[in-house]
């Protein structure tokens, strides 16, 4: 029994920390946007939402010191306090989410909960200085003073927080409380009320809505979501000496003009909860201009289903090596019909293969369909980091994105998130100039960094470019030859792609100083490293003067790919069937060298010439009279890999081979055929980035 309930709390947790993060997402968008327009109280509203849902699911697994400073929040986000501090509240709220993150972190770990002193010192400065101030005249700031009756004019929103506590089945009651006109303190008698409404049940409105507005009101309204009946209530709310009278109503339903459109609401977004069931997490992207979303899809829980994404990887493997036994039958069959070839047998084995490769297709697709996720998910996070980073280096910044919608392998958006946020960080730190360097130059004062993604065969490029100062690549040279990574006849050797390049290298900067974002010298071959891991690639353009262009290409997906197979020195080996241009053959004498480079001349064009025995030492390259040539093309970029024969084309499943027994990073994987033999499939990327990394190769034997 026990266990249950254990597997059940982490079910809870677990929960809690996936829609956790997208409130944490959704409350750094609302608080940037509200930086952008202070006076705007449905911004502020949002912000309202994303604490109030946090606060309540954060105390419903036990997170206290979570839950107390969504509360504290709360006490500022306010009309009277917000829409008059705009530009601090946002600051505060960018604090606050800062520190809800350290603490998801803390908690998600187990480690120690840090300090929240510093963000509640801010808060409390927000709320005496509201206190001081005088109230802003608004309608909804409370009761009509002096003997008003009870309205319960909730907003919009309220009314939409009070329908989806009655669609719970939780009991909702009206609350309107009385002060005693003795009470000379105001301010403190309505604080006093609004801790006792908390300790009642969850509060889903007050009027007034903070201790400013209180101070002018007889008459306190609540609405209050608990499990206490009326009588209870009365009983607990009335305060000797504080309030004079409590009236007690229950809500059965939400009667008022606007009930068929909340209806709609909670029909659309329940709808749209339904249909986010589709991605791999299950979870709805937040978004702070649809009121409660994140509360909405809680209430249409049960249309949803989450699924592990180790489950999903499972399920791949499984179609895996249904495509291997697809291959294997093929193999079959063929063989039956050289043998049988008149047999009606034969045509009845083909055709049920056709039908069976169809459905394993589709198979296939869908499967990679549920992997898949739009990059969405990545950019919305890089708003809060180019305006945090542009802030600290006293820059005016603005960020465009473009192809969001772009489908990504969740297993690859997941680890493309560092190394993008460091080129990210070093956009804004190195390459947009300062305003006054940028209007001397005859450019705008404020900065643009544009993030964009495509697809491109089978490859996903996602873009990162700036309109800053650019990059010098003499700038460079000299610093690598300063640096001692390569002589001066080297440097001077260096096309100005291969000196771009080398700011890949570990540990160089072309930064003056270190500063906190960054000069370390790390960041970039972080970049480099992990692209590589992911078997893609990076390249790097820049004008100067114009702006630098950063390119990051990573498969679509992990899964199956089609190849050409081909034969060296006895051994069989793969590459993408995507990256092949075309084929040819040469004998040894027409392969030439040039600068200590094999080179081949292919009709107007020269290019570099691979042998697998060069890289890594995969394997020796048997003599022939005559070879063939496959010309592999990545990006821009073309090299003619020298192969001893052709094995024909095939749909392989790559499976990852442990690192003591890949042949360096120039094999991607390894797949089995229909006759149980085994290929290893090549990183046409990783062999271009290493010829492109290696300007002097060994001449041949």
Same mark, same amino acid.
């Given at each position: 029994?026990?266990?249950?309930k254990?597997?059940?709390?982490?079910?809870?947790r677990?929960?809690?920390?996936?829609?956790?993060?997208?409130?944490?997402?959704?409350?750094?968008?609302?608080?940037m946007?509200l930086?952008?327009n202070?006076?705007?109280?449905?911004?502020?509203?949002s912000?309202?939402?994303?604490?109030?849902t946090l606060?309540?699911?954060?105390? @419903?697994?036990?997170?206290q010191? #979570?839950?107390?400073l969504a509360?504290?929040l709360?006490?500022v986000?306010?009309?009277?306090?917000?829409?008059?501090?705009?530009g601090r509240l946002?600051?505060v709220v960018l604090?606050?989410?800062?520190?809800?993150?350290?603490?998801?972190?803390?908690y998600k770990?187990?480690a120690?909960?840090?300090?929240?002193?510093t963000?509640?010192k801010?808060?409390?400065?927000?709320?005496?200085?509201?206190?001081?101030?005088?109230?802003?005249?608004s309608?909804?700031?409370?009761a009509?003073?002096?003997?008003?009756?009870?309205?319960?004019?909730?907003?919009?929103?309220?009314?939409l927080?009070?329908?989806?506590?009655?669609?719970?089945?939780e009991?909702?009651?009206? =609350?309107?409380?009385?002060i005693?006109?003795?009470?000379?303190?105001?301010?403190?008698?309505?604080?006093?009320?609004r801790?006792?409404?908390?300790?009642? &049940?969850?509060?889903i409105?007050?009027?007034?809505?903070?201790?400013?507005?209180?101070?002018?009101?007889?008459?306190i309204?609540?609405?209050l979501?608990?499990t206490?009946?009326?009588e209870g209530?009365?009983r607990?709310?009335k305060i000797?000496s504080?309030?004079?009278?409590?009236? $007690?109503?229950r809500?059965?339903?939400?009667?008022?003009?606007?009930?068929?459109?909340i209806?709609?609401?909670?029909?659309?977004?329940?709808a749209?909860?339904?249909r986010?069931?589709?991605?791999?997490?299950?979870?709805?992207?937040?978004?702070p201009?649809?009121?409660?979303?994140n509360?909405?899809?809680?209430?249409?829980?049960?249309?949803m289903?989450?699924?592990d994404?180790?489950?999903?990887?499972?399920?791949?493997?499984?179609?895996?090596?249904?495509?291997?036994?697809?291959?294997?039958?093929?193999?079959?069959?063929?063989?039956?019909?050289?043998?049988?070839?008149?047999d009606?047998?034969?045509?009845r084995?083909?055709?049920?293969?056709?039908?069976?490769?169809?459905?394993?297709?589709?198979?296939?697709k869908?499967?990679?369909?549920i992997?898949?996720v739009p990059?969405e998910?990545?950019f919305?996070?890089?708003?809060?980091?180019?305006?945090?980073?542009?802030k600290?280096?006293? /820059?005016d910044v603005?960020?465009?994105l473009?192809?969001e919608n772009?489908d990504?392998d969740?297993?690859?958006?997941?680890?493309?998130?560092?190394?993008l946020?460091?080129?990210?960080?070093?956009?804004?730190?190195?390459?947009?100039?300062p305003?006054?360097?940028r209007? @001397?130059?005859g450019k705008?004062a404020r900065g643009? #960094?544009?993030?964009?993604?495509?697809?491109?065969?089978t490859?996903?490029? $996602?873009?990162?470019?700036?309109?800053?100062?650019?990059?010098?690549?003499e700038k460079?040279?000299?610093? $690598?030859?300063?640096?001692?990574?390569?002589?001066?006849?080297?440097?001077?050797?260096?096309?100005e792609?291969e000196?771009?390049?080398?700011i890949?290298?570990p540990g160089f900067?072309?930064?003056?100083?270190v500063?906190?974002?960054? &000069?370390?010298?790390?960041g970039?071959?972080?970049?480099?490293? $992990?692209i590589e891991?992911? /078997?893609?690639t990076?390249e790097?353009?820049s004008?100067?003067?114009?702006g630098t262009?950063f390119?990051?290409?990573?498969p679509?997906?992990? @899964?199956?790919i089609q190849t050409?197979?081909?034969?060296v &020195?006895?051994r069989?080996?793969?590459v993408?069937?995507?990256?092949?241009?075309? =084929?040819?053959?040469v004998t040894?004498?027409?392969?030439?060298?040039?600068d200590q480079k094999e080179?081949l001349?292919?009709?107007?064009?020269?290019l570099?010439?691979v042998?697998?025995?060069r890289?890594?030492?995969?394997?020796a390259?048997?003599?022939? /009279?005559r070879s063939?040539?496959?010309?592999i093309?990545?990006?821009d970029?073309?090299?003619g890999?020298?192969v001893?024969? #052709?094995a024909?084309?095939e749909?392989l499943?790559?499976k990852?081979?442990?690192s003591?027994?890949?042949?360096?990073?120039?094999?991607?994987?390894?797949s089995v055929?229909?006759?149980?033999?085994?290929v290893?499939?090549l990183?046409?990327?990783?062999?271009?980035?290493?010829?492109s990394?290696?300007?002097?190769?060994?001449?041949?034997?």
């Open positions: 029994m026990s266990r249950k254990d597997e059940r709390g982490d079910e809870l677990n929960l809690f920390f996936e829609s956790a993060y997208e409130l944490l997402q959704s409350l750094n968008e609302s608080g946007a930086e952008a202070p006076a705007d109280e449905e911004i502020l509203r912000v309202r939402r994303a604490v109030h606060k309540g699911d954060s105390a @419903a697994c036990g997170y010191t #979570l839950s107390e509360h504290e709360e006490d986000l306010s009309p009277n306090i917000g829409l008059r501090e705009g946002a600051e604090s606050v989410a800062d520190t809800f993150e350290l603490l998801l972190g803390a770990k187990g120690e909960i840090p300090s929240t002193d963000v509640r801010q808060i409390r400065e927000l709320i005496e200085n509201g206190e001081g101030a005088e109230p802003n005249g309608a909804r700031a409370g009509p003073a002096g003997g008003g009756e009870a309205q319960f004019a909730w907003t919009e929103y309220e009314q927080m009070v329908a989806e506590a009655l669609h719970r089945g009991l909702v009651y009206n =609350i309107a409380l009385r005693d006109p003795q009470s000379a303190m105001r301010a403190a008698a309505f604080q006093l009320v801790n006792v409404l908390h300790g009642v &049940g969850t509060l409105a007050l009027r007034p809505e903070d201790n400013a507005g209180a101070a002018n009101v007889d008459l309204e609540a609405s979501s608990c206490e009946t009326a209530i009365v607990r709310c000797p504080i309030v004079k009278d409590v009236q $007690v109503v809500v059965k339903a939400i009667e008022s003009p606007e009930h068929e459109m209806g709609d609401i909670l029909e659309a977004q329940a749209a909860a339904a986010a069931a589709e991605s791999p997490s299950g979870t709805p992207v937040a978004s201009a649809v009121p409660g979303k509360a909405v899809a809680n209430a249409v829980a049960e249309s289903l989450r699924v994404a180790a489950r999903i990887d499972s399920v791949m493997n499984l179609v895996g090596e249904l495509i291997i036994g697809k291959s294997m039958l093929h193999r079959a069959i063929a063989e039956f019909g050289q043998k049988y070839s008149r009606p047998l034969h045509g084995l083909s055709d049920a293969l056709s039908f069976q490769s169809r459905i394993l297709e589709e198979l296939q869908s499967v990679v369909k992997r898949m990059v998910q990545l919305r996070r890089f708003p809060r980091v180019v305006r945090d980073v542009a600290l280096c006293k /820059k603005a960020l465009e473009s192809g772009t990504l969740k297993g690859v958006l997941d680890t493309l998130g560092e190394p946020a460091h080129l990210v960080r070093n956009a804004v730190d190195h390459g947009i100039e305003a006054e360097e209007i @001397a130059a705008p643009t #960094l544009f993030l964009n993604a495509y697809h491109q065969g490859q996903v490029v $996602v873009e990162v470019r700036d309109d800053g100062g650019g990059i010098q690549a460079i040279r000299a610093k $690598v030859v300063a640096r001692g990574i390569l002589s001066q006849l080297e440097a001077d050797k260096l096309s792609r000196v771009l390049n080398m890949f290298a900067s072309t930064a003056a100083e500063t906190e974002v960054s &000069g370390r010298g790390v970039l071959d972080i970049v480099r490293t $992990v891991r992911l /078997k893609g990076v790097v353009s004008q100067p003067g114009k262009t390119l990051l290409r990573m679509l997906t992990l @899964a199956s050409l197979l081909f034969h &020195g006895g069989m080996y793969a993408p069937l995507s990256a092949v241009l075309e =084929i040819t053959r040894e004498p027409e392969i030439r060298r040039v080179v001349q292919l009709r107007d064009r020269v570099p010439v042998r697998l025995s890289l890594n030492q995969i394997h390259v048997a003599k022939s /009279k063939f040539v496959i010309v093309g990545v990006a970029r073309k090299f890999l020298l001893d024969s #052709l024909g084309e749909e499943v790559i990852a081979l442990p003591d027994l890949a042949c360096g990073d120039l094999v991607t994987g390894a055929l229909g006759d149980g033999s085994v290893l499939i990183n046409v990327n990783a062999v271009v980035s290493r010829l990394r290696t300007p002097l190769l060994e001449a041949s034997a």
